[in-house]
């Protein structure tokens, strides 16, 4: 396990109990990971869409990608800032293994600051240079901001893999791209680009049947939400396919610690399981979404539950994949509630202006010049 590798725990005692950080771990990732499956998903979506449609004005696939790209204005930057809050945590329970990580592919960590700037800009020029300000266009632009965010997620997950296993940081150090060959690296990969990609999905799905229970664009938005509809079909039941691939590709030692955990880890990963499924039975009942809103309503919601419910089985593996070095540590406290009370206050505050603003954009959206 090459354990003497592994950095000694920092002194300084954690400001709160671990189950507590545990948790708002947790919590804080699915809240990043909504943001970032629109940014991602979104994104890739758009510049399919596109590519498809030939970057015609008017075409149904076109105004999808248009939108699409209209909400990855907001949800990129949220989802950099909501990304902060699960990196302090992960810093708090995991900065031995996730800092020695970032270390051992410092270039490849490095450049996805360099690709995220990169793809960010390249959302704005095709924001003022395509579709949303002349109609048509920007679809090379839309392109490579798809790429330069799949770039990003390349590089999360091998960071995600290298910290979770220091058995292999020495080999590592010698050739860090050996971490491509990690057996689960692919379909990590594709689980969460999978799962992206519906997400974007249903949510483009229920704004166009929103827009058409409205009367607005009937046609343009059915059209929209049926192409949509089948993405969401499509890349549910291929996730599904890769769920189960990545299970079974998980180190035995991994699987079995799942298996043997009792209620609190086959609990969620049933659920997930059982709830994936679920969604992909609704998917496959509905010919026409806006015929059926509730359907769509319900397709979502699930959708976001089985993306909690995988966040906490992530963790879990996580846990399991460090176990036999984590087990070598205790980690000391000594709680500061009234910090963690002043986090909780702006915490509340910081979601309930999110849930303001997204309020806002979605009764009021910005039209003509201002769209663009």
């Not at 483009?204 to 409205?214: L, P």
Request: aromatic fraction near 12%; proline fraction near 5%; glycine fraction near 8%.
């Amino acid at each position: 396990m090459n354990a003497e590798l592994v950095p000694a725990l920092d002194a300084t005692p954690m400001p709160g109990p671990p189950w507590l950080f545990h948790v708002l771990l947790v919590f804080t990732f699915v809240l990043h990971v909504l943001f970032m499956n629109l940014t991602l998903g979104g994104t890739i979506l758009a510049a399919l869409s596109q590519i498809f449609s030939g970057g015609k004005a008017g075409d149904y696939r076109t105004v999808l990608a248009s939108r699409l790209m209209g909400l990855n204005v907001y949800a990129i930057s949220l989802t950099i800032t909501s990304g902060v809050a699960p990196l302090l945590f992960i810093q708090l329970l995991f900065g031995q293994y996730f800092y020695t990580a970032t270390i051992l592919l410092s270039w490849i960590w490095a450049a996805f600051l360099v690709l995220l700037v990169m793809g960010y800009y390249a959302t704005y020029v095709y924001k003022f240079r395509g579709v949303p300000a002349r109609g048509s266009g920007g679809t090379l632009w839309l392109c490579f901001s798809a790429v330069m965010f799949l770039l990003i997620a390349m590089v999360h997950v091998a960071v995600s893999l290298v910290h979770a296993q220091p058995g292999k940081w020495a080999a590592l150090a010698e050739n860090p791209w050996g971490i491509l060959g990690d057996p689960t690296y692919v379909v990590r990969l594709l689980h969460f680009v999978l799962a992206a990609i519906a997400m974007s999905a249903l949510v483009i799905v229920y704004w166009a049947v929103r827009r058409a229970k409205a009367g607005e664009d009937v046609e343009l938005n059915t059209q929209i939400a049926s192409y949509a509809w089948k993405w969401a079909l499509l890349t549910t039941a291929l996730q599904i396919a890769d769920g189960f691939a990545l299970l079974m590709l998980l180190p035995r030692d991994v699987l079995l610690g799942l298996m043997r955990g009792g209620a609190a880890t086959m609990v969620p990963l049933t659920l997930a399981i059982l709830f994936g499924i679920g969604l992909l039975m609704l998917l496959s009942r509905v010919q026409d979404p806006v015929a059926s809103p509730k359907l769509v309503h319900g397709s979502l919601w699930t959708l976001l539950l089985v993306v909690a419910l995988m966040a906490i089985t992530r963790h879990q593996v996580r846990i399991l994949y460090l176990e036999p070095v984590t087990s070598n540590f205790t980690l000391e406290s000594a709680p500061q509630w009234g910090n963690f009370l002043f986090f909780a206050v702006l915490l509340v505050a910081g979601l309930w202006t999110v849930f303001y603003m997204v309020q806002q954009v979605l009764r009021n959206p910005a039209t003509g010049d201002e769209a663009a």
